[in-house]
Every structure is written in structure tokens, then in C-alpha cells.
């Protein structure tokens, strides 16, 4: 058992554990190149049974790391889904195992651009090999058979994280049961890569980023900030930007000047900010292009993307989320239907826009809870 | 009569003039600050009527300049609006006198961030004082009554053009006999501000930016870059952007690179390139920021902002423009009515987004051509 009840603090203590691919193995890659190393951190909540029939895969989204729930110690604020993962909560954790990994080239401790590359024992920066959710999937793949899983009960995720569940899916039908895909997307639209390639303009603009070799030197953080702020608006809808900030002005009047003088203007800044104190700006470039490569539709039909399904499938969109509009899973539905594919569909009303796969986990909570339950008594029949 | 019919090329040549406010004048702004000097770049086609009643004044948008209509010697390219205004058109210079100034805070002919401070020799920079929708509507004030026109027959503009056309309405009621405002606001949202606040931090984050001193030096090209990728994502609507790029790649196939693979990536780069060509990265902050600032509501009720207006209206919106969505137009047209206004509300179903209103001239042509018909009359009568 992973998580301990530290008394004291109340809290669920954690740690991020890491997996390393065998030495003598490489990691092949959907380009056709291969990584020398493959290193993933990860997190795992609960306890796996012995017949190793309750692993529940989360994945996550851009921004999102392997630390999806509980406390690490001596920090105060909990993993990125902690509202949902824990015991009694949407991902029970007296009745699931829940494993959740850094993404391949991410920034939280799995192998990505600014790890070591072992063959040159220097970071990546730009050497390291372009990667798709493809090779993202591939390499939890690894983590879940060394973790001695060979069926998976649940794979889930949200927005990018919904991308790998259905890759999942598709890629591998023996090993995953259901699948719970939220706030995503089949494929990258042209909107959807316009905003990502925006944002990787933003970072590449920056002269700090220096062709992505800024390891040692100063980071590219003004245009990973620039980067963070468009996705921001992205994330958020109109209704909600309105309701949280409207026109209202940080000071008593508009001072006529370039500073931050609208609450939203500062929100925004305070968002960049933060973000580049916890993110790396090369690890932005690739993961932005893993989705905007994400694409299972292939110029075919959509239901022949999912011949092979075998999952069911619980599918959440939000009705404000404009970034990943609910017409995008609907797609999915239908597609999935026209296999006789078992798969519920629910829009969740919220003004939340694309955050709300973040925020809305009343409502996430009910439908994942009775979903994950049916799904284990379909399991043990 | 100003345009010329050059039989040769078969095209309407124009020329730029200038308006400059009397040496012993200075130009006083809403924040109480006063410009040393005012000059204004305009241009004019048809001809202005004996009684001078058959004045129509055109309000350029964000990126837009003075020239409207026609082409200038040896250019290729005619004016921005050149669908809209000639003879015969929708704004017909065989009955209309149209006028087009660029704006104050512009940078192409008019008083602005990159011309001269006369009290310093060099240009202002950013000691040009911060102005708002309301300083540049009162400059083109000074152009209106120096051709001696007392009485528009019509104030017409999209976007930004549309806030100013709104804004000679509120202001200037004896003076505007008819307003037609296109895919527009009466305030910016959260959302509007959140963007143009993310286009300035680009600019800003820029170190050829250097505080707006950059005009003996290398221009932030790059950062006016990224701001121009931004504002045409919102330009465009997400089914625009689906049937004019979808997921076509530039090349046969994926090539695992940061270069533009996808056509949509291309037509980013390609805007933002051109345009650092022919636009001013400080008059891109001043004119945003002049956009943020505009509010007629001013935490009223919005029918109190329009209590003095005489004008009649012609309101136009597009159904797929989510920069600025049919539902503000709709909110004037309401905010009128109730003070008993004279209004034409209509929306056009487009699915060009906000660039629609450049783009869908054909039913504007309809529209706007009844519309000043039936104006004229009124006025004559």
C-alpha cells in the first residue's frame, strides 16, 4: 500500500517512483527512430489485487506530471486530481489501483528533452527524436507490464490525457476494459493546432530559447509564458472569463498605462508566470506537436479507426469547452456506435469551458464512480 | 472629384492626404493629457455635394489605414474596403462623398507611437500618451470639420471601425445622421481584453522591443509575429479554418520536425511575416489597448450610454464571429430600442468568423446600399 494516512497532517503521503526500461533495451519510436533510454515517473494509489483486475491507468493532460493525487511530504498542495483520486472518491482507492505517469517527454522526471541523453551525457534539447501520443501509450505500456498488469480496468484521462485513453484503445484492445475519455478529441483540428503553433512561435521567438540548448543558461521563460497565457484563454469559456473578471480593473481607475490594469490582464501574467517556475519550455514544443499529430481518423472513416475496440466506453464532454467541443466526442460516439461499441455518452452542462474537466468533479465524480463499478462487476462475470 | 478613371490600367487612382491640426493648436485626450501636434492621413472619393449632406465616413479596423478604395500609382493592390466603395458599390462615390482616415495611434500616416514628438525631435515611443476609441473618433472630428461637413450622412466600420462609428454616435449626435456598425461591441469582454493582453505580452516579451525605442534598430519583428498569429486564429472560425487547412500537411507526409508541417502552420507564419512588413509593433499596443479601454456601458445600464443618440442604425453581425458574436450587436440593438432608435438589426450567416465582415460583401453590398438609399431620403426630406 502506497498511500499512508499521516496522522498528523491529515493528509495521503505519496511518492513518485521511476521506472527504467532494461539497459540492453531501446525505445522505438513511431518515426522509426529509437530513444537509447526510456525513464518514466511514476505514482501509483491503493493497492493491487491479487489478481491484478482493479489497475486503473490515469493519464494526464499538457501540463499535468505523474503526482495526480495525495501529498508529497512537507508540500501543501495535493496532486492535479486529487479531488477525484483518494479513498471514497471518483477512483477509489480502497477499491482501485491507480497508476498515473509523467508522459515520454514531459518534464516531471519521465525521459524527455531536457533529460540526459546517455549517449552524449548532455541534455536532449532538440536531438531528442520528435514523439506521438502513440509512443506516449508505448511507453506506459512498458511501465504497466513491468508493473506485472496485464489487463487494465479503466484508462483515463482528460483532454491530452483523453487522447492517450483512446490510443490506448485502439492500440491495445486485449489489455484495456473500459476506457473514459473527457474534454477530447479524436483528432487535432486545424483551430487546435493553430493555438499550439502559436504557442510554440511564442517560445521559439524567445532569443533565450536558443534553439532549444538553454539548459545552462537562462530559459526561455518569456515566451514559454507567452505560450501559457494563449492556452489560458483557451482553456477558460467566454461566460466564465466574464463572470471572473468582466471589466473589473485592478486599481480604483484606468491608470493609462502598459501595466497589468484589468483583473484578467493580471491573471494572466500571474498564470505565465507561475507556469514557467514548473514547466520547461522544450518539453511545450513537443508535447504541443504529439497532439497536434494525434490523428486516429487517418483520412478514413472514423469507425474504422475503432474495428478493433474492445473497451467500453464512458465519454465526457463539457457544453462550454471550446477548445474540445462536445461535437468532437459525439464524433467519437457515433463512430464507436457503428462497431457496436458499449459506450455511454454524457455532456456535462458547465461554464467552465476546457478547465472544467478540473473543476466539474461533482458531477465527473457520480458518472466515473457508477461507470468504474458496472465495469468491475462486467470484469469478474 | 478625387478618384480618377485611368483608362489605361482601368483602375481608380487615389491619393493619400494630410490633415495637421493649426500650429498654435494642441490636441487634448480623455486622459487629460495633451498631444503637441495632431496629423491625420485620409483620403476621400467621390465628390462632396453643394449642400455637403452626402458625407460618409469610413472607421478602419485594427490593421487597417486610410487607404479604403482605389489604387494608389503603381500598386497592385487596391484599398482595403475596394468591394465596398466605388462607383456603383455599396458605398456608390457616383452619390456619396467617403472619407477614410487612419486613425490616431496608427502608423501609417497618422499621429503615433513611431512619428515624430515635434517638442523632442524623435519619435514619441512610448511617451505617446496611452489614447482610447473616444481621442480618435474626436481627431476625426478636426478632419470632418475642416472639409466642412457639418452633418455625416454616415459612420460606417467593422470591428474596431464599428467601435468608433458607435462612439460619433454617443458623441456626436447632431453630427451623425445614420450609423452602421459591423461585427462589433459596444465593450470589450474579458475575453477580447485576455487577448489583446496576450498579443502586447508577445510584443513586450520581445527584446527588440526594448521599452518601443526600437526605431533606429532592428524592429521586434518576431514578437509583432506571434501577436499577428493570435489575432487571425480569432479572425477565423473554427468550421473556416476546418474547410480552408483541416489537418493537409505542406509536405507528402509527416516529417517529425518543428518546421511548418501543416498548411494551417504555413498560413500563420505567412500572416505574421507580412505583416511585421507594413505594421508598427507600438501602434499595435496603443490601438489594442485603445480597444480594451472602450466601454460606452460604463457600469450602467447600457440604454443610458445611447439616451442622446439621434442617429438612425443599421446593426450587422456575423453568425460564426465568436471575436465579436452576434449576441453584444444584439445588446445595442436592444440598449436602442429602448430609448426608441431607429434600428436595422441584421445578422448575416457566415461562416467566415469576424474576418467575415472583409469578406462577405455581397449581402453588406444589399444591406448597406437600401440603407443609406433610405437614409438620403429621410435627410432630404
Not at 101 to 107: E, R
Not at 154 to 168: D, E, F, I, R, T
Request: aromatic share 12%; net charge neutral; proline share 4%.
Amino acid at each position: 500500500m502506497i498511500i499512508k494516512k499521516n496522522e498528523e497532517e491529515k493528509q495521503w503521503l505519496v511518492d513518485t517512483k521511476y521506472y527504467n526500461l532494461p539497459k540492453d533495451e531501446y525505445f522505438k519510436l513511431e518515426s522509426g527512430l529509437r530513444l537509447p533510454e526510456l525513464k518514466l515517473a511514476y505514482e501509483v494509489y491503493g493497492e493491487l489485487n491479487d489478481a491484478k483486475t482493479n489497475a486503473v491507468l490515469i493519464c494526464h493532460a499538457l501540463s499535468g506530471n505523474a503526482h495526480a493525487a495525495g501529498y508529497h511530504a512537507g508540500e501543501k498542495k495535493p496532486g492535479w486530481w486529487d479531488d477525484m483520486i483518494g479513498p471514497g472518491k471518483a477512483f477509489d482507492t480502497n477499491e482501485y489501483f491507480i497508476i498515473c505517469s509523467n508522459v515520454l517527454g514531459g518534464c516531471n522526471g519521465s525521459s524527455g528533452p531536457n533529460t540526459i541523453d546517455p549517449t552524449v551525457g548532455k541534455p536532449y534539447g532538440l536531438s531528442f527524436p520528435i514523439i506521438s501520443i502513440k509512443d506516449i501509450v508505448n511507453a506506459q505500456k512498458k511501465l504497466i507490464e513491468f508493473l506485472g498488469i496485464k489487463k487494465l480496468l479503466a484508462v483515463c484521462g482528460g483532454s491530452m490525457g483523453g487522447m492517450q485513453a483512446l490510443q490506448w484503445a485502439v492500440a491495445y484492445p486485449e489489455t484495456v476494459f473500459s476506457c473514459i475519455p473527457i474534454a477530447s478529441t479524436y483528432k487535432h483540428s486545424a483551430q487546435q493546432i493553430a493555438f499550439d503553433e502559436v504557442g510554440r512561435q511564442a517560445i521559439m521567438a524567445d532569443p533565450a530559447w536558443d534553439g532549444g540548448n538553454y539548459h545552462e543558461k537562462e530559459h526561455p521563460s518569456a515566451g514559454l509564458s507567452v505560450a501559457r497565457m494563449i492556452g489560458h484563454i483557451t482553456y477558460m469559456s467566454n461566460d466564465s472569463m466574464e463572470k471572473k473578471f468582466g471589466r473589473v480593473l485592478k486599481k480604483e481607475k484606468l491608470g493609462y498605462e502598459f501595466t497589468a490594469e484589468f483583473e484578467v490582464e493580471g491573471y494572466l501574467r500571474y498564470r505565465g508566470d507561475s507556469f514557467v517556475k514548473r514547466f520547461d519550455a522544450n518539453s511545450y514544443l513537443y508535447l504541443t506537436k504529439a497532439m497536434d499529430y494525434f490523428d486516429l481518423q487517418q483520412n478514413k472513416k472514423l469507425s474504422e479507426a475503432f474495428k478493433k475496440v474492445k473497451s467500453r466506453f464512458l465519454i465526457i464532454a463539457f457544453s462550454s469547452d471550446w477548445l474540445y467541443p462536445p461535437y468532437q466526442s459525439k464524433e467519437i460516439v457515433k463512430a464507436l456506435k457503428m462497431n457496436g461499441a458499449d459506450v455511454t455518452y454524457c455532456g456535462i452542462s458547465s461554464d467552465y469551458g476546457h478547465d472544467a474537466f478540473l473543476l466539474e468533479f461533482g458531477e465527473e465524480t457520480k458518472l466515473i464512480k457508477h461507470f468504474l463499478n458496472s465495469t468491475k462487476k462486467k470484469l469478474e462475470k
